[in-house]
């Protein structure tokens, strides 16, 4: 999760540090790649996810449905 809230700071522009500076090139090209619009919606499906997963839904199902949350493109 703290590396898609590092991307979603860098797309905000917003001035906190990062907490995954040791990968502050790849975080800036996925920042350029998608909206923060994205961000939030992968953001979204983790927090779903784990809601999911205290509720006692099926791990696997919760991880698969992340999976294709978070690779699709909104």
Excluded: C, F, H, P
Excluded at 40 to 46: G, S, T
């Amino acid at each position: 999760m703290s590396l898609y809230r590092d991307v979603l700071t860098i797309q905000l522009g917003a001035d906190a540090e990062l907490v995954n500076q040791d990968l502050r090139a790849s975080l800036d090209q996925v920042a350029a790649s998608t909206s923060s619009v994205q961000t939030l919606a992968k953001l979204d499906a983790m927090a779903q996810a784990r809601t999911r997963i205290s509720s006692n839904v099926r791990d696997l199902m919760v991880l698969e449905s992340l999976a294709i949350s978070l690779r699709r493109k909104i």
